[in-house]
Each structure stands twice: as C-alpha cells, then as structure tokens.
C-alpha cells in the first residue's frame, strides 16, 4: 500500500473537517466533489451559495449537496466569528467594525472556524498568494506552544527498494518557508518535522540536523549554528533520536556514519533531514526529485496549532484532493 493510500484509509477512519475558503474556485470544488464522494471528509466550502450551486452544476459535479456552505456575507456568521478575532487582534489597535470585516475575509473566516473548533483544518490558495495563507494562519491559528516558527516540509517518496529513510520515506525540511533560520527556529523545524514524520509519512521520526560539518571536522559560524540547535533540540524533545551537525552520507550511509560519527544514536539511519538554510533545502528537494525520480509530497506546513496547507495557484484538482487528505491527517495527529 502506498502513501496516499495509507493516508487516505487513515482520513477515512476519522473523518475531519476541513474548510475549503476559496469555496467557487472549479478545482477545489472538483476536489471537494471527490473527497465528498469517497467519504474521505466533512467539507466546509465559504463563499456565496448560490454562486457555488451554480459552479457545481456546471462541472456537473453530484456531491457537492453534501457540504456545509458558509456565506461570508452572513450577518450571523460576522456575529459569531468576529469578536473571535476582534479578541485576538485589540491589544493590535483594531476596532470591532475592522473585526467584522476581517471576520468576511474567507481566508480568516476559515481559520476563525479552525480556532473556534468548528472546523479541524484548512486548505487554500488555489487563488490566494502563500503570504495571504499564512498571514491569516499566524494571525488567527498561531503557532503551536513552544513553537514560533511555521515551516514546510515535504515527504519524499523513494523508489521501491531503496535502502534509505524507512520503507523508503524521508522527510525533508525547511524547504519552503525560512530562509535562513536561526539556532532556535532551527531546532524548532527539527521538532516539527518529526511531528511531521509521525502524522503524514506514519513513521518513527530519526531526525538528522545537517551540515558540511560532520562532529567537528570543519569551523564556521554555520556549523556552530547547526550545534547550538541540535542543543537546544534535545531539552526541547529530550526523547526525540536526534543528531547534529552531520553531512549528508554520514545521516543517511550507516558505513560511512561508523567512520565519520561512530557515536551517532542515528547509527546513519536518518530519515528526516533538516536543512541548515532554505536555500539548501529547496536545492536538495528540487535536485532529489528530478535526478532521482523521487516524489515529493508537499509542502507540509508544520508548526501552527492546527492544519493549514497551503496550495499553489497553479495547482490541479488532484493536488487538491491529497492536500485535503494530508491535512486531514494532520488534524488526526494533533489530536491523538
């Protein structure tokens, strides 16, 4: 059984629901039509209703009578969310009347939901830009306790046999949000990355923070980066496997981890890399993909208090379809 097919049977058993802000766009409502009928989710679509109706009938899509429509236009919907964000946003100088029109934003509305526990997740920006995704994310939902940086990772999908990560898994992280991080937001994307591991790859997390450093055999600031977040790691997760500064064959190569890193716990059996910069790991993500026909799945956003996913605006309905389903497996993470 593959990845999606795991996380799909996962979803299935606990279905979630999710909140789909960009509720007339065709694609997601081709989506959502999908993940209706397969029973995968609850789906909240906001937008106006009737103009959603009509998408759907348009697209000839059945299942789309099974959501629940939120109309931002709704003076009882702006009743119930606003002094939600009105609370979270006074001490920044705004007044209820400017609540009331974030509170109309389906961005906001959607993570108002999320935060009022009405809804477990949310999935944009077929339409919308990753900056107005999260902005609405960091605002609303913030970020988990102990937490203060948002990052994303992606789960890269091995071909059969291959003897690295765990049945061929290996998460990747950051390859999408920070771009250059420091020691405490380092080891903060170490921390949410095996969180990551556990929820969406189902795998035991063995997380390996990286350098062209490994145990001391080079000096710079930058490997002292690396050091000082594995420190600071290890008292934030104390049970958590994990190791820093490595290179990459002494993480992932068990022979040359007995050379390089004999008293590695890692024993050169990583299977979450983190990347000391973005540059490096958007590099590493990219050039793993192409040259080595490896899937990459993602990216995942990881360290808010609850599932947001951001989608690429040049997305298809299919990339919308597992972002739900990785989001819906997110949302069962948070709560176990």
């Given at each position: 059984m593959?990845l999606?097919?795991?996380?799909?049977?996962?979803a299935k058993?606990?279905?979630?629901?999710?909140?789909?802000?960009?509720?007339?766009?065709?694609?997601t409502?081709?989506?959502?039509?999908?993940?209706l009928?397969?029973?995968?989710?609850?789906?909240i679509?906001?937008?106006?209703?009737?103009?959603i109706?009509?998408?759907?009938a348009e697209?000839?899509?059945?299942?789309?009578n099974?959501?629940?429509?939120v109309?931002?236009?709704?003076?009882?919907?702006?009743?119930?969310?606003?002094p939600i964000?009105?609370?979270l946003r006074k001490?920044?100088?705004?007044s209820m009347?400017?609540?009331?029109v974030?509170?109309?934003?389906p961005l906001?509305?959607?993570?108002?939901?999320?935060?009022?526990?009405?809804?477990?997740?949310?999935?944009?920006g077929?339409?919308?830009t990753?900056?107005?995704v999260?902005?609405?994310?960091?605002q609303?939902?913030?970020?988990k306790p102990?937490?203060?940086?948002?990052?994303?990772?992606?789960?890269?999908v091995?071909p059969?046999g291959?003897?690295?990560?765990?049945?061929?898994?290996?998460?990747?992280?950051?390859?999408?949000?920070?771009p250059e991080?420091?020691?405490?937001?380092?080891?903060q994307?170490a921390v949410?990355?095996?969180q990551?591991?556990?929820d969406?790859?189902?795998?035991?997390p063995?997380?390996a923070?990286?350098?062209?450093s490994?145990k001391?055999?080079?000096k710079?600031?930058r490997?002292?980066?690396?050091?000082?977040?594995t420190?600071?790691?290890?008292?934030m997760?104390?049970?958590?496997m994990?190791?820093?500064e490595?290179?990459?064959?002494?993480a992932?190569v068990p022979?040359v981890a007995?050379s390089k890193?004999?008293?590695?716990?890692?024993?050169?059996?990583?299977?979450?890399?983190?990347f000391p910069?973005?540059?490096?790991g958007?590099?590493?993500y990219?050039l793993?993909?192409?040259?080595?026909?490896?899937?990459?799945?993602?990216?995942v956003?990881?360290?808010l208090?609850?599932?947001?996913?951001?989608?690429?605006?040049?997305?298809?309905?299919?990339?919308?379809?597992?972002?739900?389903?990785?989001?819906?497996?997110?949302?069962?993470?948070?709560?176990?």
């Open positions: 593959g999606f097919e795991k996380l799909t049977v996962k058993s606990m279905p979630q629901r999710i909140v789909l802000p960009e509720g007339t766009e065709p694609r409502l081709t989506a959502a039509d999908r993940i009928k397969e029973g995968i989710a609850e789906i679509l906001i937008g106006e209703p009737a103009a109706k009509t998408m759907a697209l000839h899509l059945e299942n789309i099974k959501a629940t429509i109309d931002p236009a709704d003076e009882k919907v702006i009743d119930k969310y606003a964000y009105y609370e001490k920044k100088g705004i009347e400017e609540a009331r974030t509170a109309a934003n906001y509305l959607g993570c108002l939901m999320v935060k009022a526990g009405d809804a477990d997740g949310q999935v944009a077929a339409l919308n990753t900056g107005n999260l902005r609405a994310a960091f609303v939902i913030k970020t102990g937490i203060d940086v948002v990052s994303g990772a992606f789960v890269m091995l059969e291959s003897p690295y990560g765990t049945d061929g898994l290996l998460i990747f992280a950051d390859c999408a949000v920070v991080p420091d020691a405490k937001q380092l080891a994307i949410s990355a095996a990551t591991a556990r969406i790859a189902g795998i035991e063995r997380v923070i990286l350098s062209f490994t001391g055999s080079a710079s600031e490997v002292d980066k690396v050091i000082e977040a420190d600071i790691a290890h008292v997760a104390p049970d958590l994990l190791d820093g490595l290179q990459a064959d002494a992932l022979g007995n890193a004999p008293n590695s716990p890692l024993n050169g059996r990583a299977n979450v890399l983190v910069s973005l540059e490096v958007n590099i590493a990219k793993v993909q192409r040259l080595g026909g490896v899937e990459a799945v993602g990216p956003l990881q360290g208090a609850a599932p947001v996913n951001d989608l690429s605006r040049g997305c298809y309905p299919e990339d919308i379809y597992k972002t739900i389903i990785i989001t819906c497996n997110q949302a069962i993470g948070a709560k176990a």
